[in-house]
């Protein structure tokens, strides 16, 4: 097997490595398998434990605790796990909002891109309704 690893700074402690994948160095990586067995064994004790419990109890980052519930760590071990929803506290095992949330959002996007677009089209209108000298015209 060749090592194709790209040397790479850790963007946790700044070392040079060899990437292989996993975006840390292997010292980080050591520790990071090191926390998230931490993690593992908290939860398997309390299987009721949430994410702000199990931060302060394991000292584990937050976005590593939702990463293992995305990859569904705590599911393999039948640890139902969830993490709130940021807007509303909903338990969530995915992304950062819950599913109504998300609509929600989206549906607000919509609205303000079709005032966008409706504030363009009057913009345009508004353009034009200037007399211009040359320029492309469109035939129906
Ligand atoms: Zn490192
Ligand atoms: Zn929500």
Redesign the pocket.
Known sequence: MIMAGKIKN??????L?AEIGRG??P??LAKEDKKIEEVVTFVRANPGAKVPEIVKETGAHETLIKRLIREGRFEQMGVKMTYPCEKCGAPIITGKLCQNCSDAIKQELQATQEKAMKAKSIMKEKAAAKPRGQGMHSKF
């Open positions: 850790c963007q946790y402690c700044g070392k490595y840390m160095c010292d980080c």
